[in-house]
């Protein structure tokens, strides 16, 4: 079952400002990136999702659940991290977290042991007992991951969890990120306006610009499908391009350098047999890797930034 399911979703604020629009994608399991630059509506789908907002339009299905008619359902088995400040300074860590718990429906003693365990996973043990408005911004970024995680969701929503942390912390929050996904298997759609900071953790990623879609795809058939063989003989490249073409594959030729699509693995065994028939010499082969950041680079100008 899907993760997030939309068909022809919109969003008007006051009939005025469309922030999502005829918005149809699919995400399986996995850790998601939703990425688009500021205002493209990544926070609207979120709180679509969550039900804290209602669509002017078509429809989201969360875990197979309509986040409006199915709220409760869909709230235990979610959790949020917000974008913006909203953690109690006065309150101690520990406390803050224990309230959530209870607020998601555990029992008082269960409620304290799940705060305690998972202040513990994301690295705030030792600082539990501290009242929040005397932490860092990344420790309150951790806060705000933990109270999301202490009822132990299937999904995690992360609106921007890198938000005002230096590159150290960014890396570090990326990683705890990671580690959800993969040491405790829970799902997580993760936002950011920063595609290159993101694709590392993720197995999928949906792009968005002006709250259309733009882009849906795993990582692996980003990447795969789009790695390239780059070759460069001494001569009669031309020869080599017109052969290996009329074998079916996708070359691409600039003087003694050609470009032939990666689709499977045999692709080299013919490249080098076609050589050898052909009598020529090799000067260079070598596998082009392409980075999804790449695959962004045809969108329009500032769709989203890599
Ligand atoms: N409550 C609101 N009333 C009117 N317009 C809104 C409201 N909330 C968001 N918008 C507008 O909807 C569009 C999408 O905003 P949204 O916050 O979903 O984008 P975003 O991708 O999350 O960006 P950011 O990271 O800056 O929050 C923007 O044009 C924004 O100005």
Do not use: W
């Not at 992360?158 to 298997?185: C, K, Q, S, W, Y």
């Not at 920063?194 to 795993?218: H, K, M, N, P, Q």
């Not at 073409?245 to 600039?254: K, M, N, P």
């Amino acid at each position: 079952m899907p993760l997030i399911e939309t068909t022809a979703l919109e969003k008007r604020y006051d009939n005025r400002v469309t922030a999502l629009a005829d918005l149809t994608f699919a995400i399986e399991p996995g850790v998601v990136g939703l990425v688009g630059v500021n205002g493209a509506g990544k926070s609207t789908l979120i709180k679509l999702a969550l039900g804290l907002l209602e669509p002017t339009g078509g429809q989201v299905r969360v875990l197979g659940l309509d986040p409006i008619a199915d709220g409760d359902r869909v709230r235990a088995r979610v959790g949020y991290m917000p974008e913006h400040d909203c953690l109690p300074p006065d309150m101690i860590a520990a406390e803050f977290v224990t309230h959530m718990a209870r607020v998601s429906g555990l029992p008082k003693a269960m409620a304290r042991e799940r705060a305690s365990e998972t202040l513990r996973h994301v690295g705030l043990y030792e600082e539990r007992y501290r009242r929040i408005g005397g932490y860092s911004t990344g420790m309150k970024q951790r806060v705000k991951l933990a109270q999301a995680l202490v009822h132990d969701p299937e999904l995690l929503l992360l609106d921007e969890p890198t938000n005002g942390l230096d590159p150290a912390g960014r890396r570090a929050m990326l990683d705890l990120v990671h580690r959800i996904g993969t040491d405790f298997g829970i799902s997580v759609v993760v936002c950011s306006h920063l595609l290159g900071e993101i694709e590392r953790i993720c197995t999928s990623l949906v792009a968005i610009d002006a709250g259309r879609l733009l882009r849906s795809a795993t990582l692996d058939s980003m990447t795969q499908a789009r790695d390239m063989l780059m070759l460069e003989i001494d001569e009669n490249a031309e020869a080599l391009s017109a052969a290996l073409t009329q074998q079916g594959l996708e070359v691409r030729a600039d003087k003694r350098v050609l470009l032939v699509r990666m689709d499977d693995e045999d692709v080299y065994d013919r490249i080098r047999d076609t050589i050898a028939d052909l009598d020529l010499s090799l000067h260079r082969l070598e596998r082009q890797r392409h980075q999804v950041a790449d695959l962004f680079r045809d969108l329009p100008e500032g769709a989203v930034h890599v």
